[in-house]
């Protein structure tokens, strides 16, 4: 009997309110045109448990190590129990976030070393056989400000997103760092443009993935 072909695990980073999370709705809708159910999932989040910790990260003050700590917690219910087996059926998994949202967020924002970053992201990602590791990082870039601006019109600030405008600016900063440092997996894109012509650019990027 052959065994299901291994998924494709692409990710969506950027400072809250740059549009990622419209943009994944926008590229799961277009999958599913062509055929591929994507899962859709979060972090932090996509568990039970990781759903209760994030509600405890959004809202509760905390040191950035306890911050770190939590984040990779929930990180680790989650690809055991969700994305790596989806991965390993076969599905595509589309994920709001995924390991470099610590290395902009805890490392960049926070401050925490980058080796403890390090030994925590290889411990999660190789939780499973085989590891975890994301095949198209989307990163959806834009200023800082233009994203405050976002996000002030749709919802009320939440922890994170009470933090001055200079964490932003450097949040941003560990996002395009990681990005040019691993550029084979990540897809910069501007977020200034419409989701279905963002949704089109990651569809150009997965070439021969969809045939």
Request: net charge neutral.
């Amino acid at each position: 009997m052959q065994t299901a072909r291994r998924g494709r695990f692409i990710t969506f980073e950027g400072v809250d309110g740059a549009g990622k999370s419209t943009l994944l709705d926008a590229l799961a809708q277009a999958l599913q045109e062509r055929g591929v159910t994507p899962l859709r999932t979060r972090e932090p989040g996509g568990t039970p448990l990781g759903e209760t910790l994030r509600g405890l990260m959004l809202g509760q003050p905390m040191t950035p190590m306890t911050e770190t700590l939590l984040m990779f917690a929930a990180r680790q219910e989650h690809v055991v129990r969700v994305i790596a087996p989806a991965l390993e059926a076969g599905r595509w998994v589309l994920c709001d976030r995924f390991i470099d949202a610590s290395y902009a967020y805890q490392g960049g924002g926070r401050g925490v070393a980058i080796e403890r970053l390090d030994t925590l992201a290889d411990w999660v990602q190789t939780a499973v056989p085989g590891g975890v590791h994301p095949d198209l990082t989307v990163l959806v870039d834009v200023e800082p400000a233009v994203a405050q601006q976002r996000r002030a019109r749709v919802r009320e600030a939440d922890r994170f997103e009470r933090e001055p405008g200079d964490f932003f600016d450097a949040v941003r900063a560990g996002y395009l760092q990681r990005a040019r440092q691993d550029p084979g997996r990540f897809l910069e894109i501007d977020g200034g443009a419409a989701p279905g012509a963002l949704a089109a650019q990651v569809l150009q990027r997965m070439g021969s993935w969809l045939d």
